[in-house]
């Protein structure tokens, strides 16, 4: 079983900053990779970016390319994504996920174990 708790969303305007943490708990975190989605109203779930266990591999959605950075610090069980030039198109819920297979080293929406309840991020124009 793994816990996780995402914290850092809010209301923030267009250009503006935020940035997102998701605590771990109940496994060793060092041994698994770690996602961020999001889903906007009426949409479906999407991938944002992730990183694998040593953080050395990383992956962005083109869409926060160059404006997000995703991060994990393993000493503290948490994964970090760091959000700025935030636009409208941002709004949504945002999920962090882990996906415990020791071999993904890219963690996609159909191979994730543990997701949390997310936390809302609201970007206004």
């Known amino acids: 079983q793994v816990q996780l708790v995402e914290s850092g969303g809010g209301l923030v305007q267009a250009g503006g900053s935020l940035r997102l943490s998701c605590a771990a708990s109940?496994?060793?975190?060092?041994?698994?990779?770690m996602g961020w989605f999001r889903q906007a109203p009426g949409k479906e779930r999407e991938f944002v970016a992730s990183?694998?266990?040593?953080?050395?591999?990383?992956y962005y959605a083109d869409s926060v390319k160059g404006r997000f950075t995703i991060s994990r610090d393993n000493a503290k069980n948490t994964v970090y994504l760091e959000m700025n030039s935030l636009k409208p198109e941002d709004t949504a819920v945002y999920y962090c996920?882990?996906?415990?297979?020791?071999?993904?080293?890219?963690?996609?929406?159909?191979?994730?174990?543990?997701w949390g309840k997310g936390t809302l991020v609201t970007v206004s124009s």
């Open positions: 990183v694998s266990w040593s953080a050395g591999i990383i």
């Open positions: 996920a882990a996906d415990l297979n020791p071999l993904d080293v890219r963690v996609r929406i159909s191979r994730v174990d543990y």
């Open positions: 109940g496994r060793t975190f060092s041994t698994y990779a």
